[in-house]
C-alpha cells in the first residue's frame, strides 16, 4: 500500500507540474505591452470613438493598471472581468476569446461599454450633469460612476459607510491630474442624496470652471465609414429620433450636415446612396477622406489637422503614397530640402525639371559630409543649395539633422521677395521671444511671417529652437503653393 501511495503521489505531482508546464508554454507569447504602446492604442481608440481620451486611459490605470496579462501570460481575469479594461461579459456581449487574448479589441470593448453608460445618462436612466456635451470632462461623472456599476457606494456622502477612502469618479478624476496634468472638476455634491442612489430624473449643473474633452468633429463633405464593436448601426429621421435604415460595419458614406448636439451626442447626417441618408452618432462614423481630395492613402492621417495639406501635396505628386506619412515626427534637414525643392519645381517647365532630373553625374557640393545625403536626395539639396536658399558654403550640412523653427525661416525668407507695406512692421511686437537672436535670423523670420509661410507657436512667440514637424512641413508648402499659384 506504501509504494502504491508513494507512485500515487508521483503521478500526481508528474500532473501538476505537466499542466504547470503546459499552461506556461501556451502564455508564453502574451506579454504586456509597455505603458506608452498602450497609451497610444487607447488613445486610436478614444480619437474613432469620440471619447475623452484622458477618461479611457484614466479608466485602464484604475482597472488594471494598464496590465492586459498576468506575470504567467495568462489573462488578467477578476471574476466575470476580463484583461486590461475589466470587461464583464456575464451576459455575452463581446467575444470572450478576443477579450482575453486581443488588447486592442479589449480597448474597443471598454470604450464601448462607456458609451453605453454614457447613454444610460444622456437618455435618462441614471442622472446627468449639465447638456450632456460629451465634449466636457465634467459632464462624464454619472458616466463613470455607471461604469464601475452605479454602486450606492460610489456616492461621496458615503464613504464613511463602506469605509472607502474615495469614490471611483475621484479615482479617475485623481489620476487625469496626476498622471496626465489635466484637472476635471467635480460637481456639486450638494445636488446628491445623502445615502443611496440618486435619481434618475435628477440633473446636475455643469461646473463653472469646465474643460475640453478634445473630442475630434467632422466636417461636411467628409467620407465615412460605420466602425466599432458592433455588427449593426442604424440611422434616424432626425438627431436622437426613430431607426429608419439598419446599416452594416464599413458601411460607406459621405457627410451631407452636421454635427448637431442631441441627446448627449453629437450627429451627421449621412448618405450612404441614392435610397439611404439619415442621422448617426459621431462615435460610429470613421472619417476616410473627403470630396476636395479623395480617399485618405495614408493610414494615421484621418483624425490630423493637416490632412488636407498632405493629400494636397499627394495629390500633386510632392509626396509618394505610404502606408503612414508620420505627420507628428520630426522634419530632417534632408526631407525638407527634397519637400521644398519637389514644391517650388512644380512652377517650372517641363525642360527646366528635366535638367533637374539629370544634373546628379555634375553634383558638387561644398559639404564635408556629403557622403551623408541619401542618393536620392543629392539632386533635390543641389537644386536648393543651387537656387541659393540654402547659404551654406561650407562645413557640414548635416542631412539627418532635426529642423528647428529657425532653420525653416532662413531657408523660406529668400523665396519671396519682401512686401514694401511690411517695411516699417516692428517684427519684435508680434513674437515677445526674439530679443537672444541675431539681426539676420530676426529679419528672416520677419520675412517668413509677412509672407504668410510660418506663424507663431504660441500666442506671442515664435518659438524659434522648437522643431518643424512633418505636418507642419506639409503646411508650409500648400502655402507656397497657393502664393506661387496666386502671384
Known amino acids: 500500500m506504501k509504494i502504491l501511495k508513494t507512485t500515487t503521489q508521483k503521478i500526481l505531482i508528474f500532473s501538476i507540474i505537466f499542466v504547470f508546464v503546459l499552461n506556461s508554454l501556451a502564455f508564453a507569447n502574451n506579454y504586456n505591452p509597455s505603458r506608452e504602446e498602450i497609451e497610444i492604442m487607447i488613445d ?21 493598471v494598464y496590465e492586459h496579462y ?36 479589449n480597448i474597443e470593448a471598454g470604450a464601448d461599454v462607456l458609451l453605453n453608460k454614457w447613454s444610460m445618462s444622456s437618455y435618462k436612466s441614471v442622472s446627468s450633469v449639465g447638456n450632456m456635451d460629451p465634449n466636457v470632462l465634467e459632464n462624464w461623472y454619472f458616466a463613470l460612476w455607471a461604469y464601475n456599476g452605479w454602486a450606492q457606494s460610489n456616492n461621496p456622502h458615503m464613504l464613511s459607510s463602506y469605509a472607502k477612502k474615495y469614490t471611483y469618479q475621484q479615482l479617475i478624476y485623481d489620476v487625469c491630474e496626476d498622471e496626465y496634468n489635466q484637472t476635471i472638476n467635480n460637481i456639486d455634491f450638494s445636488y446628491l442624496p445623502q445615502s ?55 458601411q460607406l458614406g459621405v457627410v451631407l450636415e452636421g454635427p448637431v448636439l442631441e441627446n448627449g451626442y453629437y450627429w451627421y447626417k449621412v448618405k450612404i446612396d441614392d435610397n439611404k441618408e439619415g442621422w448617426i452618432e459621431r462615435n460610429w462614423l470613421l472619417r476616410t477622406g473627403d470630396i476636395e481630395h479623395g480617399r485618405y492613402i495614408f493610414d ?5 489637422w493637416a490632412r488636407k495639406d ?11 503614397e ?14 525638407f530640402c527634397i519637400f521644398l525643392s519637389k514644391t517650388l519645381n512644380l512652377s517650372k517647365d517641363k525642360e527646366e525639371k528635366a535638367e533637374l532630373e539629370e544634373i546628379e ?127
Do not use: C
Not at 300 to 304: G, L
Not at 445 to 451: C, P, R
Open 196 to 250: 443611496g442612489k440618486p435619481s434618475r430624473s435628477l440633473v446636475v449643473p455643469t461646473p463653472y470652471s469646465a474643460n475640453s474633452g478634445h473630442i475630434i468633429l467632422y466636417e461636411e463633405g467628409d467620407y465615412v465609414r460605420t466602425d466599432g464593436v458592433r455588427n449593426s448601426y442604424q440611422l434616424r429621421d432626425v438627431p436622437g429620433g426613430k431607426y429608419i435604415h439598419d446599416l452594416q460595419l464599413n
Open 44 to 64: 486610436e481608440v478614444a480619437t474613432k470613438r469620440a471619447i475623452p481620451s484622458v477618461l479611457l486611459k484614466a479608466i485602464a490605470r484604475v482597472e488594471s
Open 361 to 487: 553625374n555634375e553634383i558638387n557640393l561644398p559639404f564635408d559630409d556629403i557622403e551623408k545625403i541619401n542618393p536620392w536626395a543629392l539632386n533635390y539639396i543641389y537644386d536648393i543649395y543651387d537656387t541659393g536658399l540654402v547659404k551654406v558654403s561650407s562645413g557640414n550640412f548635416n542631412p539627418q539633422e532635426k529642423l528647428t523653427r529657425m532653420d525653416a525661416a532662413l531657408i523660406l525668407s529668400n523665396i519671396f521677395e519682401e512686401d514694401s507695406k511690411y517695411e516699417t512692421l516692428d517684427i519684435n511686437k508680434v513674437f515677445s521671444d526674439l530679443t537672444t537672436l541675431s539681426q539676420e535670423e530676426v529679419d528672416s523670420i520677419k520675412k517668413a511671417y509677412t509672407s504668410g509661410l510660418m506663424t507663431g507657436k504660441n500666442t506671442g512667440e515664435f518659438q524659434a529652437n522648437e522643431y518643424l514637424s512633418r505636418a507642419e512641413t506639409a503646411a508650409v508648402m500648400t502655402k507656397i503653393l497657393n502664393k506661387l499659384e496666386n502671384n
Open 322 to 335: 505610404a502606408l503612414s506619412f508620420n505627420p507628428d515626427e520630426i522634419v530632417t534637414k534632408e526631407e
Open 300 to 304: 494615421d492621417i484621418a483624425f490630423h
Open 70 to 105: 498576468n506575470a504567467d501570460g495568462s489573462p488578467k481575469i477578476s471574476g466575470t472581468s476580463i484583461g486590461l479594461m475589466q470587461i464583464n461579459n456575464r451576459y455575452g456581449g463581446y467575444d470572450s476569446e478576443r477579450l482575453k487574448y486581443d488588447i486592442k479589441y
Open 310 to 320: 498632405i493629400m494636397e501635396l499627394y495629390n500633386k505628386g510632392i509626396v509618394s
